[in-house]
């Protein structure tokens, strides 16, 4: 299957949405251009306001993240930060617009600029060479991979390492496919501000005879203080990590009802019967317990860890601390229907005084498609097909 609708991983084509949902024959990528060629800003104790401003009106916009399978291209993948604009929910509905005037999105080789960045797919027992090319950048940069038992230089800390890749310079890390799971990747350069700018992603290690579920999907999850965004992009606002206060709350980037958006957002869309496994990251600083409406999962894995079968219990809250990952795996045996996905600490729900909002997507049975309220719902997401 080419090019599969919903959350980033094993969706339905857009030829099987528009049969389905009757919504017509082609998406609208609201606010997704391409990436085009801007200049950085230099770090925030020097960036000048004016400087910053001029830049952010020519900043390309961020498209969702793709997935890159690394064994496909020989081991090898290119990370590069560019700054863009990252719009998490453009339209207006449901408290929106929400927008980040800046953010430094990663993206892979030639590919798009997008916040949560590329998910790298890799198999056990592969070893992946990931070369961080800084040669346009204005600041420096790390990636910090979690989990997998690598050689010390290539742990991405400059402080203990005394390896950073300054502007205009490129390094290139091994990292082994040694550890099984659902893993983290992210900038260990002054982390609290590029973190929280964007740089992170999903690293994915297959295990050996991996046996991929029905509908397989990715989610990162993030909550934002935008004050450094708009910092960032000159606007007047004072950021400071230790009086961090989110304001913004997204999944794969997106606040809702954008998360629902069949190509822009991460909708879980899944046909009765189906096994689903979902690979969930939490990129934030704050704890987020997701609920699922309707369904109860199990936890099968943690932080790369599989949980013994005894150990295994049926649940409909899952908590995931910072920087924490799970795997969860349900069977699609509901009433087909549309039910909600969300994290349980109701303030993330929101847009600022809005709600619903925020950190929520959704289940979406693909028999529920053709009824009203998923066009109700597809029209808030912002979908013009």
Same mark, same amino acid.
């Given at each position: 299957m080419t090019d599969p609708i919903g959350a980033p991983g094993s969706g339905i084509s857009r030829r099987d949405f528009v049969k389905a949902s009757g919504l017509g024959g082609t998406l609208a990528l609201a606010g997704c251009a391409a990436p085009g060629d801007p200049q950085e800003t230099v770090e925030a104790a020097t960036d000048t306001a004016s400087t910053a401003a001029n830049q952010s009106s020519s900043l390309p916009t961020t498209s969702p993240p793709e997935v890159v399978n690394v064994d496909e291209q020989g081991g090898e993948v290119t990370l %590069?930060?560019?700054?863009?604009? @990252?719009?998490? @929910?453009?339209? #207006?509905? &449901? =408290? =929106?617009?929400?927008?980040?005037?800046?953010?430094?999105?990663?993206?892979?080789?030639?590919? %798009?600029?997008?916040?949560?960045?590329?998910? +790298?797919?890799?198999? #056990?027992?592969?070893? &992946?060479?990931?070369?961080?090319?800084?040669?346009? =950048?204005m600041r420096p940069h790390t990636i910090h991979f979690h989990a997998v038992s690598k050689q010390w230089e290539d742990d991405g800390v400059p402080t203990t390492t005394g390896i950073r890749v300054d502007p205009g310079e490129q390094h290139t890390y091994t990292i082994p496919a040694d550890v099984p799971g659902t893993h983290l990747y992210h900038c260990h350069y002054q982390t609290p501000r590029h973190l929280d700018m964007g740089m992170y992603g999903i690293f994915r290690v297959d295990p050996e005879g991996y046996e991929p579920a029905d509908k397989e999907y990715f989610l990162s999850?993030? #909550?934002?203080?935008?004050?450094?965004?708009?910092? &960032?992009?000159?606007?007047?606002? %004072?950021? %400071?990590?230790?009086?961090?206060?989110?304001?913004?709350?997204?999944?794969? =980037?997106?606040?809702?009802?954008?998360? +629902? @958006?069949?190509?822009?957002?991460?909708?879980?869309?899944?046909?009765?019967?189906?096994?689903?496994? +979902? @690979? &969930?990251?939490?990129a934030g600083y704050m704890d987020h317990p997701m609920h699922v409406h309707n369904h109860r999962f199990e936890v099968t894995h943690k932080d790369g860890g599989q949980i013994p079968d005894a150990a295994r219990h049926e649940q409909d809250v899952c908590s995931i601390p910072p920087a924490g990952r799970r795997t969860v795996e349900f069977t699609a045996d509901a009433d087909p229907g549309i039910y909600l996905m969300h994290c349980h600490k109701v303030n993330h729900v929101m847009n600022g005084s809005a709600y619903p909002g925020g950190m929520l997507t959704g289940v979406v049975y693909k028999e529920a498609m053709d009824t009203d309220i998923f066009g109700q719902l597809m029209e808030y997401a912002g979908y013009e097909g």
């Open positions: %590069s930060s560019v700054p863009a604009r @990252h719009d998490a @929910h453009p339209g #207006e509905s &449901m =408290g =929106g617009p929400v927008e980040l005037p800046q953010v430094w999105a990663f993206k892979a080789d030639d590919g %798009s600029p997008s916040v949560p960045g590329p998910i +790298l797919r890799t198999t #056990e027992g592969e070893d &992946m060479e990931v070369t961080l090319d800084n040669s346009d =950048g999850l993030k #909550e934002w203080d935008s004050r450094l965004n708009k910092q &960032m992009a000159g606007m007047d606002a %004072s950021y %400071s990590p230790r009086n961090r206060n989110p304001d913004t709350f997204t999944v794969n =980037g997106k606040s809702a009802p954008r998360t +629902l @958006h069949p190509e822009d957002g991460s909708p879980i869309i899944v046909e009765q019967g189906d096994t689903v496994r +979902l @690979h &969930m990251l939490n």
